[in-house]
């Protein structure tokens, strides 16, 4: 018995979205190649189910995996064209903010403030309502972070060489992640904790990172363990130095538990911001 095509367009668009989701799953498990699988496969399903934000957002989630390999045209490239492809102010919201994010990469300063503002005003247009979202439509992106662009912003001001502005941003914003959103307050404070030690902050650098090391068993997640690796690095500068040895054995360790786990990647619990 054949599906009549209301009801088959219902199943290709959800299972696009587990089809996104799970290649969300496989970026927080260090796979990126199964990622891009099956962030590939969520464009053709929602394309093929006439759902345009989520074949767009898809590509918002390709330009994710692309930033975090240090792909800082194809981010760009990929952002691009989601944007060009939807017309969901919360979808080209995020586009434009993985658009910045690719610039920052680059170090073009004024094309990546541009993007960020063009960001911010998507995502109020967003916020204020859309005819997505009034249909009843799955949430795109963060489930725990409404508007990431404060998150993003601070990123990009960290890759830019404004480590003190940088950090200004994310521990402001830290306050407004809910304490029961451990992933993303992890996510958010190794960024903050990366930034403090660029600008020779120790001691707010070194609390910081034992708050994310003591989450990270909780909600193990290979995107935070890139932060977490890069901020070791950061920290070496200082390797004589009581209270970095202590952070630093304490990354040490959550790190050494992904190189001592039998299949490679680490088991997500739970989504809070992708």
Known sequence: MSANSTDRIAALRLAGHFAEYAGWMCQEGGDDSAAL???DQAVALATAGADH?????????????ALYAGDSRSTIELARCATQQSGNPRVRGLAAQREAQGYALQG?????RGALDRAASLMSVAASGSPAESEGAPVLGSLHMSDPTGFVSGWCLLDLGRPREAAETLDAGLDAVPET????RARHGARLALALADCG???????V???????????DSATIRSDLRRLNHALRRWHHDPRVRSAAANIAAVLQTEALRPYGGPVVRGRALS
């Open 181 to 184: 959103a451990r992933r993303a």
């Open 209 to 219: 990172a034992e708050l994310v090391t003591a989450s990270l068993p909780l909600v």
């Open 37 to 39: 699988w099956w962030t």
């Open 201 to 207: 902050e120790l001691d707010h650098a070194c609390a």
């Open 108 to 112: 073009y300063d004024a094309e990546c």
């Open 53 to 65: 934000d989520l074949a767009a957002y898809s590509l918002v989630r390709r330009a994710e995996i």
